[in-house]
């Protein structure tokens, strides 16, 4: 069983910066894809950012166009971590961000993490 566990997420100026981190534990296989969703109040879930894992083709990163130029989304494959750099932060961020996590190997599956809460507010 694969378990997310998030952390970096609080309150934050607007135009400040926040890292977001998130350690996947248990055995994972056929790892397909990491990345972050966000949640806002009566919103529905959103894709933030991803990074679609390729041994063949190298890593892709993928964002929604309201963060391009502002977030980043990393990797450390030897930790099993993703991390979502967060730099000139808007009110309009304010979310709970889930981290994600999906295997192919033997079928497609997809993990979830708990989620963090970020408010960007002056």
């Known amino acids: 069983q694969v378990q997310l566990v998030e952390s970096g997420g609080g309150l934050v100026q607007p135009g400040g910066s926040l890292r977001l981190t998130c350690a996947a534990s248990?055995?994972?296989?056929?790892?397909?894809?990491m990345g972050w969703y966000r949640q806002a109040p009566g919103k529905e879930r959103e894709l933030v950012a991803s990074?679609?894992?390729?041994?063949?083709?190298?890593?892709?990163?993928n964002y929604v166009d309201s963060v391009k130029g502002r977030f980043d989304v990393s990797r450390d494959n030897a930790k099993n971590t993703v991390y979502l750099q967060m730099n000139s932060l808007k009110p309009e961020d304010t979310a709970v961000y889930y981290c994600?996590?999906?295997?192919?190997?033997?079928?497609?599956?997809?993990?979830w993490g708990q989620g963090t809460q970020v408010t960007v507010s002056s």
């Open positions: 994600n996590l999906i295997t192919i190997v033997p079928v497609r599956r997809e993990y």
């Open positions: 248990g055995i994972i296989v056929g790892l397909n894809a």
């Open positions: 990074i679609t894992i390729s041994s063949a083709f190298g890593d892709r990163t």
